[in-house]
């Protein structure tokens, strides 16, 4: 198989990409765990590559993976800021816009926590 299930069924696997792919875009950094992060950030990189064609049909592809939610006190929701500020951000670069840095192993369960962030970030 090329994708890893995490041990959800797919509805839930797909919510669970959907909301982190989302708060990526949102927050531009997100803590999760490493084969989740290696997971959503094939996607995020789609998205983003999306994005930077800019058309009406490109925006309506990510319009229906990326959830419409905005960061409190900003106007912009997610899809807006993928396609203002991420794409004009990543314009000349061809790819490889997340990067992953290893955190440790999670107090609980001993899961190899990472951060997921997008390069070049504010």
């Not at 993976?65 to 993928?82: C, H, P, Y």
């Given at each position: 198989m090329a994708y890893q299930k995490l041990g959800r069924d797919t509805s839930a696997r797909k919510a669970l990409f959907r909301d982190l792919v989302t708060d990526l875009f949102l927050?531009?950094?997100i803590q999760t765990t490493e084969a989740k992060a290696k997971e959503?950030?094939?996607?995020?990189?789609?998205?983003?590559?999306l994005a930077k064609r800019g058309?009406?049909?490109?925006?309506r592809q990510a319009a229906a993976?990326?959830?419409?939610?905005?960061?409190?006190?900003?106007?912009?929701?997610?899809?807006?800021?993928?396609f203002s500020e991420l794409a004009t951000r990543y314009s000349e670069r061809p790819g490889g816009y997340t990067r992953i840095l290893k955190l440790g192993p999670r107090r609980g369960d001993a899961a190899p926590m990472v951060f997921l962030e997008l390069v070049d970030r504010a």
């Open positions: 927050y531009e950094r959503v950030r094939s996607i995020a990189e789609r998205l983003i590559t058309d009406l049909h490109a925006r993976f990326v959830r419409r939610e905005q960061l409190e006190g900003s106007e912009s929701d997610a899809i807006q800021k993928l």
